[in-house]
């Protein structure tokens, strides 16, 4: 268990879309629209294990089309975040009339995010909890996952908070805004680079 506790700390520290759009989401617009993003983040996290328990995802990812449209939609919509997050606060005026992301922006991220469908499925299909029934493993696995994803998301979030209510001149909010997105960016290149053939 203390393997699986360790792997599941680390898989979800490592900057993937959810934690880096958590701290873009609170830095860009502060923290009430960024606890109602989490929420959606943590529903999703939680929709995308039950699928991958149930063996949805499995099938889901096995069809040759879904696959591969699931990842370019992927991209296209962490692109699009990654690019409202980086604007906001600027005076352009199509991203100045647009809200912060919601609920439903972090369930929709998680449903299509692949971090969160490969981390899933190692997690669950990987260290298997001895002496205990299979229901019971994947009851601790959903508690135990849980307990380590909201404090690290929080942490990230309150990174943002804290960036945000520093007080920084606009042009030092926009290149944090700037950054934010740029690494989310950085993902979306990676997806790209290594997608499947």
């Known amino acids: 268990m203390l393997a699986f506790f360790a792997s599941v700390f680390f898989l979800l520290i490592t900057p993937g879309p959810g934690v880096l759009s958590t701290a873009g989401v609170s830095a860009a617009f502060g ?53 409202k997050i980086a604007l906001a606060g600027s005076k352009i005026a199509f991203i100045e009339k647009q809200r912060a992301p919601g609920i439903l922006n972090g369930i929709a991220l998680q449903a299509i995010n692949p971090k969160a469908y490969v981390v899933n499925t190692a997690l669950f299909t990987g260290f298997p909890f001895s002496s205990m029934s299979t229901l ?25 908070i804290g960036l945000k209510r520093m007080s920084l001149s606009n042009r030092t909010q926009r290149t944090i805004n700037v950054l934010m997105g740029a690494s989310l960016l950085m993902v979306v290149i990676l997806a790209m680079l290594y997608r499947p053939t």
Do not use: C, D, Q
């Open 31 to 83: 923290a009430k629209p960024a606890y109602r993003y989490l929420t959606g983040l943590f529903i999703g996290t939680n929709l995308v294990a039950l699928a991958v328990v149930t063996g949805i995802a499995g099938l889901m990812l096995a069809h040759p089309i879904v696959r591969p449209a699931l990842l370019y939609v992927s991209i296209a919509y962490l692109f699009y975040l990654a690019a």
């Open 136 to 160: 019971g493993e994947i009851v601790w696995k959903f508690v135990l996952i849980n307990a380590i994803w909201i404090p690290i998301h929080l942490l990230w979030l309150a990174a943002g």
